[in-house]
């Protein structure tokens, strides 16, 4: 029994150093579905946006293309 505490032991640590280690491998930089430019963001914004992520300028001409659609 407790041969057997030991080991769910050692499963569960690695287990948490195979997410700490996935952790560091995944640095917060994606790139632009639009155009493939890297950009950095945490991963909180990643998931938030549901790993639809676009640059600066592309969600600049986004909102460009709204404001125009509205408009015409
Ligand atoms: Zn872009």
Do not use: A, Q
Not at 10 to 17: G, I, P
Not at 52 to 57: G, Q, R, V
């Amino acid at each position: 029994m407790c041969r057997s505490f030991f080991y769910e032991r050692m499963k569960l640590e690695n287990l948490v150093k195979l997410l700490i280690r996935e952790e560091i491998l995944m640095t917060p930089i994606f790139k632009c579905l639009i155009c493939r430019k890297d950009i950095e963001r945490s991963k909180k914004t990643f998931w938030k946006k549901k790993g639809h992520l676009l640059c600066s300028t592309c969600l600049d001409n986004i909102e460009k293309n709204k404001i125009e659609n509205v408009f015409l």
